[in-house]
């Protein structure tokens, strides 16, 4: 099982950034797809997040709301996060989780770090 996120980097505040998310071992479809955020000193958020099967539903954060989509390409094993916007307090690595079997299967990604700055 591996769920490997892309995308992050540096970027000047207003700006934008899509971060990746490519699953694989499992079946993808059948999970729950979350991103979540960690800055330093911070506890881990929940930024956004997308049902299984055909994604119909979606939750966004009200920290990100109006600025940050989630979506899903089931086809491709891929969930995407477009971040727009951005600003400082943006700034944290962000996770991919996969979540199954009813809530008791959890997969983590490594991160990726994203840096909202001038």
């Known amino acids: 099982v591996q769920l490997v996120e892309s995308g992050g980097g540096l970027v000047q505040p207003g700006g934008s950034l899509r971060l990746s998310c490519a699953a694989s071992?499992?079946?993808?479809?059948?999970?729950?797809m979350t991103w979540y955020r960690q800055a330093p000193g911070k506890e881990r958020e929940l930024v956004a997040a997308?049902?299984?099967?055909?994604?119909?539903?979606?939750y966004i954060s009200d920290s990100v709301k109006g600025r940050f989509t989630i979506s899903r390409d089931n086809a491709k094993n891929t969930v995407l996060l477009q971040m727009n916007s951005l600003k400082p307090e943006d700034t944290a690595v962000y996770f991919c989780?996969?979540?199954?079997?009813?809530?008791?299967?959890?997969?983590w990604g490594q991160g990726t770090q994203v840096t909202v700055s001038s």
């Open positions: 989780n996969a979540r199954g079997g009813l809530g008791r299967i959890n997969y």
């Open positions: 071992g499992f079946t993808f479809r059948n999970y729950v």
């Open positions: 997308i049902s299984s099967a055909g994604g119909s539903t979606t």
